[in-house]
């Protein structure tokens, strides 16, 4: 089986429980992981003051195409991912590609629905986001997976989302996957 890899999109106010739940889980799982910045530099402010560095920018990224791409909520995070047309692009063109577009929290809204990437794609997103755009179909579950689509509703979810994100990276092996979910004393 070859390595997947994917892309952590974070941003200035991003919800780091959620991106580092999500960037632990892959790594037990030996799926490669490229932490990108969405600013100009790698040092991120988060929603909560922790002190994380991503592995590059996405300007120096924006040609590499990952097997899926990921986004952690966070009300400035999401806002700031979504004001972005470099990030924009760069989804729009792994959605082309058909890759996993995996949003947690706020970002299915803020990012995914706000510039109408989900079309019909059913999806779930955290504090009644849904009801500010028409883009995409919610539905009231904690993870939700329309196709290529994956999302999450928050924080509380974190470890569900991860690890239904890797079941369908790895869908060949999903005895590593319940071993590590095992491993860790997650229940899914």
């Known amino acids: 089986m070859t390595e997947k890899h994917v892309a952590v999109l974070l941003a200035d106010g991003f919800e780091e429980g959620e991106a580092v739940v999500f960037i632990d889980i892959m790594r037990r799982l030996?799926?490669?992981?490229?932490v990108l910045s969405c600013m100009e530099t790698t040092a991120l402010n988060t929603y909560f003051k922790?002190?994380?560095t991503a592995d590059d920018i996405l300007k120096n990224c924006f040609n590499t195409t990952y097997d899926a791409?990921?986004?952690p909520g966070g009300p400035k995070g999401t806002d700031n991912l979504s004001a972005?047309?470099?990030v924009i692009d760069f989804l729009k063109r792994?959605?082309?590609?058909?890759k996993y577009?995996?949003?947690l929290c706020s970002s299915g809204a803020k990012v995914l629905a706000a510039h109408q990437l989900l079309g019909q794609h059913y999806y779930t997103t955290g504090a009644g986001l849904d009801k500010k755009f028409d883009?995409?179909?919610f539905l009231d579950q904690k993870v939700v997976v329309d196709g290529r689509f994956i999302s999450g509703k928050g924080l509380g979810v974190s470890f569900e989302f991860a690890f239904t994100?890797?079941?369908y990276l790895l869908v060949g092996n999903q005895e590593k996957v319940d071993w590590q979910a095992s491993h860790i004393y997650f229940e899914h």
């Open 30 to 34: 030996d799926i490669k992981v490229t």
């Open 50 to 52: 922790t002190r994380i």
């Open 69 to 71: 791409v990921m986004m």
């Open 84 to 86: 972005n047309p470099m």
């Open 94 to 98: 792994h959605i082309n590609e058909d």
């Open 101 to 103: 577009i995996c949003a």
């Open 135 to 137: 883009d995409g179909q």
């Open 165 to 167: 994100v890797a079941k």
